[in-house]
């Protein structure tokens, strides 16, 4: 790769020079989105093509919607919850695209066991009004199953009964087996799904239901008309990508952490039921990124070991087996850096469960970067005995940021990336993206309609990229629905009338046609700006003559610019501060914090 070859010369400059200016984690630059293959891990695809508007203005019965971008901010994806109404879609994907988003994850719906009564499906012990409703000629639709299935031969049995909910439809392509499986209409807009499946997952073809055996009945209460459908259409008209769920696998009950296998041979004819569809009706759709894993994992050492990935690896191979290539499997584990409990992890650490997860044949994964739930801190080497956050002191305590946490977000990121980039190298093509958190742990202001996640703002979102942007391909943020429009201003407000402050991520000592200066890397970079440099004593300012797209050693929306500079006046192991600014300005809110060795 070209990236290998510039990382070897950035080293012999860095050998032959007087005083180096290193800073912390930038030994491997990430590989910029747009030059990679997007197949699954071990696998060879063709990049993946972006949706794009052919048309300024969209018209419907919802309204006139614009299709243009009004500002590009370095955030480009952004989780979405499901809604009833298909006009919130349209806002939500305006509003998303008006700020430069080209990204929506979808979130998704859990398979359950369930309990039956009467031949009713229970919810904790009473009867479920969402499938209450499913009846076929005054028999339940479990009870009609049992009818069926006892006419075929009377030795077989339902051994299990699942239940799911969606706001989807489904094609013909979910059934394997007509004359024992069907759609029934229900009250109003629902519609439901009777799948049924022998109980050891062999989800045979050949459909002979007179040889006696154990099965599965899967109640889907789904919709007689497809969100899916609808999103990806959307999709389409705004130039978004979307991630629709796959099926949540069920909890173990006395882990809920963990997926149950119990349950695997069901879930993974669920699975390849829904993938069957979407691959006879969105195979080829533009709009399809691909699909979101939605089952959440801690990213430890002992994750290899994790049942729970036993039950990823049955579902990502059915979608690499069901779905184009070029369609991924995304996955956002989460971090907990916490000193002070028994499960907190250190960088190497969840850089091991990094690697774990890219095992299971996932493509894209996108750690939460902690700081919204307060399992992770945005700092700086130097800032190691400063006090955290007060943000963060009803998680952690009234503490400083080295007693309270084992590594800050920057330093989990720089080596998941080195993990990242040893899988590339190996030929497993793995995608490092990051899920800054848009929250704060609690707040005065709060945001979802439970819970007690405050409203944070874009200046915190902005430390977070500056943190996180030096090492992915790609930022997105949980989530849009909510925390990214409530209170007054919102942070959509906010991204609108500040998206052009710059972000730095990354600076080196770059000699450039025998002069030294100063190689820094970010967002919202542009000629007439400057570049500040600052340490104990000192004080320059550069201006920038000129800012450019940065080549493949960064990811996407990244710029950098060279300046002059003589480092010879910077004593040797001095903390530098290095911020950036607009010609009109504005300053970057978090300036990089680097050492002179």
């Known amino acids: 790769m070209r990236w290998l070859i510039g990382l070897l010369g950035a080293a012999i400059i860095a050998a032959v020079a007087a005083v180096v200016m290193v800073l912390p984690g930038a030994e491997k630059p990430p590989v910029k989105v747009s030059e990679k ?19 300024t203005e969209i018209r419907d019965e919802c309204g006139t919607f614009k299709t243009t971008e009004k500002v590009r901010y370095a955030i480009t994806g952004y989780w979405i919850t499901p809604s009833t109404n298909p006009c919130t879609w349209r806002h939500q994907m305006e509003d998303i695209h008006l700020v430069g988003g ?40 479990l009870q009609a199953a049992q009818d069926e299935l006892k006419q075929a031969n009377p030795g077989n049995r339902i051994k299990h009964v699942y239940a799911y909910r969606t706001d989807e439809s489904f094609g013909p392509s979910i059934f394997r087996c007509p004359q024992m499986e069907r759609v029934i209409p229900g009250e109003g807009k629902r519609a439901y799904f009777r799948l049924v499946a022998p109980s050891d997952g062999s989800d045979s073809a050949t459909c002979d239901f007179t040889e006696a055996q154990d099965y599965d009945v899967i109640l889907i209460a789904a919709s007689k008309t497809d969100s899916l459908e609808q999103l990806l259409a959307l999709g389409e008209q705004f130039g978004v990508q979307v991630f629709p769920a796959l099926p949540l696998a069920p909890r173990d009950p006395d882990r809920p952490i963990r997926a149950d296998p119990e349950h695997l041979n069901a879930l993974t004819t669920l699975t390849r039921r829904i993938l069957q569809d979407y691959g006879a009706r969105f195979k080829d759709n533009i709009a399809l990124g691909g699909v979101y894993q939605p089952f959440e994992v801690q990213m430890t050492a002992a994750l290899e070991s994790n049942p729970t990935l036993d039950v990823f690896r049955e579902q990502h191979l059915l979608v690499q087996q069901e779905l184009s290539a070029d369609k991924q499997i995304l996955i956002s584990p989460y971090i907990d850096a916490r000193k002070r409990v028994d499960h907190g992890q250190s960088p190497a650490q969840v850089a091991a469960g990094f690697r774990a997860l890219a095992a299971t044949g996932v493509g894209i994964i996108v750690p939460q970067d902690g700081r919204g739930t307060g399992k992770g ?30 590594g800050s977000t920057r330093e989990y990121f720089r080596a998941m990336a080195d993990v990242r980039d040893q899988l590339i190298e190996q030929g497993d093509d793995v995608e490092l993206w990051a899920n800054v958190e848009a929250f704060e742990p609690s707040g005065t202001e709060p945001c979802a309609a439970q819970g007690t996640r405050g409203k944070t703002t874009k200046e915190r979102l902005d430390q977070a990229v500056a943190m996180t942007g030096r090492y992915v391909q790609k930022v997105v943020s949980y989530m849009w629905s909510d925390f990214y429009t409530c209170g007054s201003p919102s942070l959509q407000d906010e991204l609108l009338s500040d998206a052009d402050r710059p972000i730095a991520v990354d600076a080196i000592r770059s000699p450039d046609n025998g002069a030294d200066g100063v190689r820094l890397r970010g967002y919202e970079l542009e000629s007439g700006g400057v570049i500040t440099v600052t340490w104990e004593g000192g004080e320059a300012t550069l201006p920038i003559i000129e800012a450019v797209e940065a080549l493949e050693d960064q990811g996407e929306g990244v710029m950098e610019t060279w300046v002059p500079f003589d480092w010879r006046q910077v004593p040797k192991g001095s903390w530098v501060r290095i911020g950036v600014g607009t010609m009109n300005g504005k300053q970057a809110s978090e300036p990089l914090h680097v050492r002179i060795q």
Not at 40 to 52: G, H, I, N, Q
Not at 388 to 398: C, F, I, Q, R, T
């Open 37 to 55: 293959s997007t197949a699954t891990p071990s696998s060879s695809a063709k990049p993946t093509a972006m949706p794009s508007p052919t048309t």
């Open 377 to 406: 801190a945005l700092y700086w080497p130097d800032e190691r005995d400063d006090p955290v956050d007060a943000s963060l002191k009803p998680v952690v305590g009234d503490a400083t940021f080295g007693t309270a946490y084992r």
């Open 102 to 141: 080209d990204t929506v994850i979808r979130i998704g719906y859990g398979m359950q066991h369930r309990a039956i009564k009467d031949g009713l499906l229970l919810k904790n012990g009473e009867v479920d009004p969402m499938f209450e409703g499913c009846q076929e000629n005054g028999r339940t639709c």
